[in-house]
Each structure stands twice: as structure tokens, then as C-alpha cells.
């Protein structure tokens, strides 16, 4: 696959990219029917429904879960996932085969969905030299809808503080709220609209800055850049959130576990 100008821009830009049906419905139906298989043996999917309790809030993907996919999961490490990978990443040597994809699963766990003020992180620090860490893949097995415990991004936050040579982790964010958006983003302050950061219009040092919730339909995917800050969602929704994430790390950068 051969990815446009504009979306080659996109990516630039925000720090992320969603291209639509990506991965063929044969992948996703095999994933997901050993995920349903594992959860009726919990009594959490049956007559073709689910049937959930609410979790606590965050809560990992439990290991039936892990278990039920660890065989088909590797399924979706297709040759056009790392086409795109490989034009997003622009020539950046890349550690080839160190990570496989992992399993994003998160169940109902809460009646109303906002935009979080904690738990915003990134996974990789700033390198020295500003460049591009690597692309993190989300690739939907199930629908995903608006609310339904996609993870969230700060599309354009890895634009900032790329001058500034070696960055740690914690120092990246401390550097970030020196800016209106994440000293507001990052507030518990109750009188904030939480959901005002999902329009577009704000920015910090003239980029654009905006939250974006990953969320679309069976088979899209999203590549993010590694240095966009995230977080968790709540699940407002009935059925868990089922996505499949993997890292392409640079030869350059750190590793830790996706999130």
C-alpha cells in the first residue's frame, strides 16, 4: 500500500494517522471468534451478546483474554502493516522482529465517558537528537465506538520539545505543562470542559494541538508516533474494547510495555 501525500502530511502534523480497513476481515474474524470462545467460558458472551460486569477502573486485559489469542494475534503483523510502518518511519533504521502484538482489551468500567485529566503518559523519552523514536500500530479486531475505551491522544503534542536533546520520561510531561493546554488537560479542576479538548482550534507554540479517541470500525487501524502523548478511556459502553497494538522501535530508542 502506498500512502498519500495528504496522509504522509497527517501524519506529520497530528502524530497520527487512521487508514480504514486495513486489515482483512478474515484476520479480525479469526481474533475475534477465539475472543468470544474465551469469554463464553466465562459466562461473559453468549447468544451472541456480552454480557459484562462493570471492571474497576483501569483494569488490564485478563488472561483468559491473553490465553484465547496469544496463537492468531501475530496474524495481524501483516506485510502492509509494515509497508505503512516503513513510510511513516522514512528511512529510520528500525529494530526488525523485537516486539510482537499485543492485546488491548478493556471491559465496561464506567456509566459516563470525559476526557481524563491522569494517567496521560508517553512510553518513549525524547531523543537526542529530536528524531522520530517509532510508530505504535492500533488495529481495531471489533468495533470500537465513541466512549467505548479507545485510547486517547494529544494529536501534535510530538512537535514540542524536540530541541531540547535527551528528554526523560517524567521531564517530557513537566516540559509540557509549561503550555495552557496541558496545564488544563492535566487539571482535576472540575470546572474545566473536559470535552472541549476533542475540538480542534487550540494550539501551543503554533502547532496544532487536539485529542483524538481511537475508535472506528472492525479492521481500521491507527499509527501513532511514539512521542504523542496518551492515556486510557473509560469503557462507557456494553461490550469490552478489543484492539491488537504493536511498537516499531527505532534502533535509537528505549523500550517499555505498550499501554
Known amino acids: 500500500m502506498q500512502l498519500s501525500p495528504e496522509q504522509l502530511k497527517q501524519f506529520a502534523d497530528a502524530g497520527v494517522v487512521k487508514l ?3 486489515l482483512a476481515p ?25 454480557h459484562c460486569e462493570p471492571a474497576a477502573w483501569p483494569a488490564a486485559a485478563p488472561d483468559w483474554a491473553k490465553k484465547a489469542t496469544q ?9 502492509i502493516i509494515q509497508s505503512v510502518v516503513d513510510q511513516l518511519m522514512a528511512g529510520i533504521p528500525q529494530h526488525r522482529n523485537y516486539q510482537s502484538a ?20 508517553l512510553d518513549m523519552p525524547r531523543l537526542n537528537d529530536g528524531s ?19 485510547t486517547l491522544v494529544v494529536a501534535g503534542s510530538h512537535r514540542l520539545i524536540n530541541d531540547e536533546g535527551y528528554v526523560k520520561l517524567k521531564e517530557v ?4 505543562l509549561k503550555y495552557d493546554f496541558f496545564e488544563q488537560l492535566l487539571s482535576a479542576d472540575d470546572s474545566i470542559d473536559r470535552n472541549a479538548f476533542l475540538s480542534p482550534g487550540m494550539q501551543a507554540d503554533e502547532v496544532a494541538l487536539q485529542v483524538i479517541e481511537l475508535c472506528g470500525s472492525r479492521g481500521d487501524v ?7 502523548l496518551h492515556t486510557l478511556s473509560r469503557n462507557a459502553r456494553e461490550q469490552p474494547r478489543i484492539m491488537a497494538t504493536r511498537r516499531f522501535h527505532s534502533t535509537a530508542a528505549e523500550f517499555t510495555a505498550p499501554s
Open 173 to 176: 510531561k513537566k516540559k509540557l
Open 102 to 121: 499485543q492485546l488491548l482489551f478493556t471491559l465496561p468500567n464506567g456509566p459516563q465517558w470525559t476526557v481524563p485529566h491522569s494517567m496521560w503518559h
Open 26 to 50: 478474515s484476520v479480525t474474524q479469526t481474533l475475534l471468534d477465539e475472543i468470544q470462545a474465551g469469554a463464553s467460558e466465562h459466562g461473559m458472551y453468549r447468544d451472541g451478546d456480552w
Open 71 to 79: 496463537d492468531a494475534l501475530p496474524s495481524v503483523e501483516t506485510e
Open 20 to 22: 480504514e480497513g486495513l
Open 132 to 150: 522520530m523514536p517509532g510508530v505504535q500500530m492500533f488495529a481495531m479486531i471489533d468495533d470500537v465506538l465513541p466512549g467505548g475505551g479507545g
Open 222 to 228: 491507527f499509527f501513532t508516533d511514539l512521542r504523542v
